[in-house]
């Protein structure tokens, strides 16, 4: 097969893992963001708010395994280097998602149910943290120093917040009464946290991102990420909106809705490199049979995945009421 053939397939690769980490982050994004609010509520609620997640949390969960797959098998040196250079964050965030699974699975004994909910919530913000450290690292293309550092530090604040918007968001979708009332104001303070750290790490990728501001001095890439930036503006507005007028729904379709198109942003402000200033896409990708291979196999696995997740969001639709109070 020709270089275009390989080229071709790398880039659908890049694309298909950039969609599989959309699918992670917007699923298990929410869910983490309730356990993190889990820390913020009195214990009486911890049960609603859990069983808000209880039947799609290790579901969603199975995407970052995918994830870890595709990027080992379609593109190694890149996988070689991250986990060599991201060893730390990623093995805090696996610690924090086992709390997460050991706490679900412990919270109801009687002697140590509060113990198990704060193992529950802390486990979700380390989880949260883990992840914005690896999103900082990379974007900064693991160049050390103190600009580097602080970068990293704003990036993981954003991704936290980010979290607790979709989680906020979440339970004004599915649950009543004071809950939902005080979800529906926290989530006006998340989406103003997230927003605040999302221009600030723009002004900092600014100013002192060498590469990623010589992409976006590129031509035909400004124009594109004004639209996104536009659109991310009206999402916000949407979101406020319907936080407003005391929707449901939409409010989380909003918050969901910025994450995609802040990724989107990302993710055109990354390419071709899939470490900004030392491995591109082409540099990583494997060899043509390889991924050629591998597309067959996702091309698969990928709809089964998606439809299980979305007969299980719609068997479980509806409000999650607390019988113990009604």
């Given at each position: 097969m020709d270089s275009t053939t390989h080229s071709l397939l790398a880039v659908?690769?890049?694309g298909l893992i950039g969609l599989m980490l959309v699918f992670y982050v917007v699923t298990d994004g929410f869910d983490l963001g309730v356990g993190i609010l889990t820390l913020l509520r009195k214990r009486e609620d911890?049960?609603?708010m859990i069983e808000t997640i209880g039947h799609v949390w290790d579901a969603n969960e199975t995407w970052l395994v995918v994830v870890g797959?595709?990027?080992?098998?379609?593109?190694?040196?890149a996988y070689a280097i991250l986990m060599q250079d991201l060893y730390l964050p990623v093995m805090a965030m696996i610690a924090g998602l086992i709390m997460r699974g050991a706490a679900i699975e412990f919270r109801h004994g009687i002697q140590h149910g509060r113990l198990w909910d704060t193992v529950f919530g802390v486990g979700s913000l380390i989880a949260a943290l883990a992840q914005g450290v690896v999103l900082g690292k990379v974007i900064t293309g693991f160049v050390p120093g103190g600009s580097s550092t602080a970068f990293i530090t704003v990036t993981a604040v954003g991704v936290v917040t980010g979290y607790t918007l979709l989680g906020t968001t979440w339970l004004v979708r599915k649950t009543v009464g004071a809950l939902e009332h005080w979800a529906r104001q926290f989530a006006l303070l998340s989406a103003n946290l997230s927003?605040?750290?999302?221009?600030v790490l723009t002004a900092a990728t600014w100013m002192d991102g060498v590469v990623v501001r010589a992409r976006w001095?590129?031509?035909?890439?400004?124009?594109?990420?004004a639209i996104l930036g536009l659109l991310a503006v009206l999402s916000y507005v949407w979101l406020v909106t319907s936080l407003y007028r005391r929707s449901d729904r939409a409010p989380f379709g909003a918050?969901?809705?910025l994450f995609i198109v802040s990724f989107a942003g990302l993710v055109i402000s990354l390419y071709p490199d899939f470490i900004p200033g030392r491995l591109t896409v082409l540099q990583a990708a494997s060899d043509t049979l390889?991924?050629?291979?591998?597309?067959?196999?996702?091309?698969?696995v990928f709809p089964v995945m998606i439809g299980y997740n979305l007969y299980q969001y719609s068997i479980f639709r509806g409000k999650v009421i607390d019988k113990t109070r009604a």
């Open positions: 659908t690769w890049f911890h049960d609603v797959g595709g990027l080992f098998g379609a593109f190694p040196e927003v605040a750290a999302a221009v001095s590129q031509p035909g890439v400004l124009a594109p990420l918050a969901v809705t390889t991924l050629a291979f591998m597309l067959i196999g996702i091309g698969l």
